[in-house]
Nanobody, 123 residues
Framework: QVQLVESGGGLVQAGGSLRLSCAAS????????MGWFRQAPGKEREFVAT????????LYADSVKGRFTIARDNAKNPVYLQMNSLKPEDTAVYYC????????????????WGQGTQVTVSS
């Protein structure tokens, strides 16, 4: 059974930092793009960041550019999301995903999804 499991979420004050991790089991994700998405209450799931298999190429949503950094370590956990200068509007459930399409922003291009981890930023 293929699983992606996120960790590292929590409650933080505005301006603080969190680091999310995504662990995989059941298969390797060789050649797969890894991405992070988020979904706030009452809103659609939205793209946050994505990283290529090699880790050399990344893409970010404009709302997080310069504050968030995505990286992957294919020898350990597949992907990390370092979140700095957090804002209350970053509050959401964050999902890790894996898919075959290079650097896609679209949820439908991702085949495997984690269950999500809650990030809450207080003002």
């Amino acid at each position: 059974q293929v699983q992606l499991v996120e960790s590292g979420g929590g409650l933080v004050q505005a301006g603080g930092s969190l680091r999310l991790s995504c662990a995989a089991s059941g298969r390797t994700f060789s050649g797969y793009t890894m991405g992070w998405f988020r979904q706030a209450p009452g809103k659609e799931r939205e793209f946050v960041a994505t990283v290529s298999w090699s880790g050399r190429s990344t893409l970010y949503a404009d709302s997080v550019k310069g504050r968030f950094t995505i990286a992957r370590d294919n020898a350990k956990n597949p992907v990390y999301l370092q979140m700095n200068s957090l804002k209350p509007e970053d509050t959401a459930v964050y999902y890790c995903a894996a898919g075959p399409v290079i650097l896609s922003r679209n949820t439908y291009d991702y085949t495997y999804w984690g269950q999500g981890t809650q990030v809450t930023v207080s003002s």
